[in-house]
C-alpha cells in the first residue's frame, strides 16, 4: 500500500463529522498533530445522514495540513467509491454491504492510487471476507451503527476485532484494522488490546478541551498494546 499504515504503528484519525463546518479550515488545524483525518460520507441512502460529497472532500485534501482518510457510507460504491479516489483521498473505504464487486473496487482503487478500506456493519460478519482480505490495506469494523457521531461504543464488537486480527496474523498478511464509533480514553486501550491498530474518534477530540492534547493521550493509551 502506499504507506499510510504499518500494522505495528498506531494511529488517531480524528473524525470531522462533529467539526464546526463553519470554521473548517480551523477545525482541520487543531487536529494537524494526528495521522490522518477521517471524513465521513454519507449519501441519506446508505445511511439516514447526509454529509460530504467528491468536491468538498477534494477541497478538504487541498486545505488538510494531514492525509484524508474517506469513509464512504454511501450505496453503489461499485460507480461512486472511485471519484473520492481521484479527488485526491490517500484512503478510500466503501462498505461491503454497498459493493457488489468488492475485489474489483479494491483493485480499481489501489490503480487509482488510493489504499483502500473495506467496512463492516456491526451486524455483519468478518468471516466472509476473510478469504480476500489480502486484497485490501485496512478492514474497518464499526464499533457502532453507521450515520452519527457520539454515539456508545458497543462492546460486543471485541471478538470480532480480535478474530479478525488473529486470521490476518495467521495468514501472514499486513491488513490494518480500523475501529470507528465510541471510540474515546475510556474505549481505546481494548480496542488496541483486541488487535485494531487504526483509531477513528469524533466526538472524544473535537469536544475536548485541547485536541492535540487528547490526540496525544489516545496515541499514548493505544501504544500500550
Ligand atoms: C459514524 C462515523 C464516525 C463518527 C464517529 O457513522 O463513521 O466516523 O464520526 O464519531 P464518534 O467518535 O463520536 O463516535
Ligand atoms: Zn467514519
Redesign the pocket.
Given at each position: 500500500m502506499n504507506s499510510a499504515y504499518a500494522t505495528d504503528g498506531r494511529y488517531i484519525h480524528p473524525?470531522i463529522?462533529?467539526a464546526d463546518f463553519m470554521s473548517i479550515g480551523a477545525e482541520l488545524d487543531k487536529i494537524s498533530t494526528a495521522d490522518s483525518v477521517?471524513v465521513?460520507v454519507m449519501d441519506n441512502h446508505f445511511?439516514p445522514n447526509l454529509t460530504f460529497g467528491a468536491s468538498m472532500v477534494e477541497q478538504i485534501v487541498e486545505r488538510s495540513p494531514i492525509p484524508v482518510d474517506a469513509?464512504l457510507?454511501i450505496a453503489d460504491a461499485d460507480r461512486e467509491a472511485p471519484v473520492y479516489a481521484e479527488a485526491g483521498a490517500s484512503s478510500v473505504t466503501f462498505h461491503l454491504e454497498a459493493a457488489a464487486a468488492p475485489v474489483r473496487l479494491a483493485r480499481e482503487l489501489r490503480r487509482k492510487n488510493a489504499a483502500v478500506g473495506v467496512a463492516l456493519r456491526p451486524a455483519t460478519p468478518v468471516e466472509p471476507l476473510l478469504d480476500v482480505i489480502g486484497e485490501f490495506d485496512m478492514l474497518l469494523l464499526?464499533t457502532?451503527e453507521?450515520?452519527?457521531?457520539?454515539?456508545s461504543f458497543l462492546e460486543s464488537m471485541l471478538p470480532k476485532i480480535r478474530r479478525a486480527r488473529r486470521a490476518i496474523s495467521e495468514a501472514n498478511l499486513q491488513v490494518s484494522i480500523q475501529v470507528?464509533?465510541?471510540?474515546s480514553r475510556e474505549t481505546i486501550e481494548r480496542c488496541a488490546e483486541a488487535g485494531a491498530n487504526v483509531f477513528?474518534?469524533?466526538?472524544?477530540i473535537y469536544k475536548a478541551r485541547d485536541a492535540a492534547e487528547e490526540i496525544a493521550v489516545l496515541r499514548e493509551l493505544a501504544a500500550g498494546h
Amino acid at each position: 500500500m502506499n504507506s499510510a499504515y504499518a500494522t505495528d504503528g498506531r494511529y488517531i484519525h480524528p473524525s470531522i463529522l462533529n467539526a464546526d463546518f463553519m470554521s473548517i479550515g480551523a477545525e482541520l488545524d487543531k487536529i494537524s498533530t494526528a495521522d490522518s483525518v477521517h471524513v465521513d460520507v454519507m449519501d441519506n441512502h446508505f445511511v439516514p445522514n447526509l454529509t460530504f460529497g467528491a468536491s468538498m472532500v477534494e477541497q478538504i485534501v487541498e486545505r488538510s495540513p494531514i492525509p484524508v482518510d474517506a469513509h464512504l457510507m454511501i450505496a453503489d460504491a461499485d460507480r461512486e467509491a472511485p471519484v473520492y479516489a481521484e479527488a485526491g483521498a490517500s484512503s478510500v473505504t466503501f462498505h461491503l454491504e454497498a459493493a457488489a464487486a468488492p475485489v474489483r473496487l479494491a483493485r480499481e482503487l489501489r490503480r487509482k492510487n488510493a489504499a483502500v478500506g473495506v467496512a463492516l456493519r456491526p451486524a455483519t460478519p468478518v468471516e466472509p471476507l476473510l478469504d480476500v482480505i489480502g486484497e485490501f490495506d485496512m478492514l474497518l469494523l464499526m464499533t457502532v451503527e453507521p450515520g452519527f457521531g457520539g454515539q456508545s461504543f458497543l462492546e460486543s464488537m471485541l471478538p470480532k476485532i480480535r478474530r479478525a486480527r488473529r486470521a490476518i496474523s495467521e495468514a501472514n498478511l499486513q491488513v490494518s484494522i480500523q475501529v470507528d464509533g465510541g471510540v474515546s480514553r475510556e474505549t481505546i486501550e481494548r480496542c488496541a488490546e483486541a488487535g485494531a491498530n487504526v483509531f477513528v474518534a469524533g466526538s472524544a477530540i473535537y469536544k475536548a478541551r485541547d485536541a492535540a492534547e487528547e490526540i496525544a493521550v489516545l496515541r499514548e493509551l493505544a501504544a500500550g498494546h
